[in-house]
């Protein structure tokens, strides 16, 4: 009986010391790198967003486990001379706060992005989506057709995967309550451990951007709740992939995509040209690059999204629920 008291005394230590190593990463995180933009309260979340310029609208979604930092990399400030450019954290993510209760899945974020449309009178935006941001942009331009004027997706999520990327691996993990005690103990002192080897995957076959964990935000990924939100992304992210892939041919708007030829989280086929097979008027591109085009071409991406906002906008459509 002794034994085992002080066998969970120890283990009650451990996780006590690993909570405040954890508290104070945090801490030194957010000094680091404390909120750029402003919060606009929407139902369902708290948006943290950063608008630069003026101009047609363009509203940028980024992906797992990512934040909008990997936009203002690069492709903001390029884009905003032309531009009203609206960049968002997806509920959870980043500085963005889901409200507790809330649905990750890619229709629930969608109407949160719709209620940050109409927050912003944005119009009719021409939305970015990179990676799970992409499979986002498209549940919101399927339910609200009337609120997208067009879509520019970079290396998207368009169907279901068969096998997690082992780089997001450490995600799934099904329980709330396990998400919380492993964001709180574990998931900082094993991604400090693992993050040069995830990175030189996400970005494989291009180098690694020396500055990724402060100019692009890569350090915010030690808060617990972002890892606790990229996880509730992750086990929600098929629920709502097959009802969506029966609708793309019904789709009616400007399409444009954007894939690397090395990418290695997902599958430029069956992803990217899957869904410029199943869109009726999809254009795709190719580039030699991996996934994480945002911050490696900056230049590339910024130029692709302003030819997809120079193509023919349909008018309006009438609403679709998507259910």
């Given amino acids: ?76 400030d390029l884009l905003a001379s032309r531009y009203r450019v609206v960049a968002v954290d997806r509920p959870g993510s980043g500085y963005s706060v889901r409200a507790a209760g809330s649905s990750a899945a890619l229709g629930a974020q969608a109407e949160v992005l719709a209620a940050l449309i109409d927050a912003l009178k944005l119009g009719r935006p021409v939305v970015v989506g990179h990676s799970l941001g992409g499979a986002v942009a498209l549940a919101l331009a399927q339910r609200h057709p ?41 998931a900082v002192p094993i991604g400090l451990a693992r993050r040069d080897a995830a990175l030189r995957v996400l970005f494989d076959p291009e180098p690694v951007a020396v500055d990724f964990a402060t100019r692009a935000g890569g350090m915010l990924t030690l808060r617990p709740s972002h890892f606790i939100a990229a996880c509730a992304d992750l086990a929600a992210a098929p629920d709502d992939m097959p009802a969506m892939i029966q609708r ?46 945002p911050v490696t071409m900056p230049e590339r991406c910024a130029q692709f999204i302003h030819e997809a906002a120079a193509r023919p906008t349909s008018a309006p459509l009438v609403r679709n629920n998507g259910r």
């Fill in 1 to 76: 009986m002794m034994f085992l008291f002080l066998a969970l005394a120890a283990v009650l230590l451990i996780e006590a010391g690993l909570a405040l190593f954890t508290l104070r990463t945090v801490r030194r995180v957010e000094a680091a790198l404390p909120p750029r933009g402003r919060f606009v309260e929407v139902p369902g979340a708290r948006l943290h967003v950063v608008e630069r310029g003026q101009g047609p609208t363009l509203l940028l979604v980024h992906g797992l486990a990512g934040q909008l930092c990997h936009f203002t990399y690069g492709i903001v």
């Fill in 146 to 186: 009337e609120r997208v004027a067009g879509l520019a997706l970079i290396a998207p999520l368009t169907h279901p995967v068969e096998d997690v990327p082992p780089v997001f691996s450490a995600l799934k993990i099904a329980k709330p309550w396990a998400r919380t005690l492993v964001a709180w103990t574990l």
């Fill in 248 to 293: 793309y041919p019904a789709m009616r708007l400007p399409v444009s995509i954007l894939y690397g030829r090395g990418d290695r989280i997902l599958d430029p086929r069956t992803q990217g040209e899957a869904l410029a097979r199943a869109l009726p008027g999809a254009e795709l591109t190719l580039v030699d690059g991996g996934h994480m085009l």
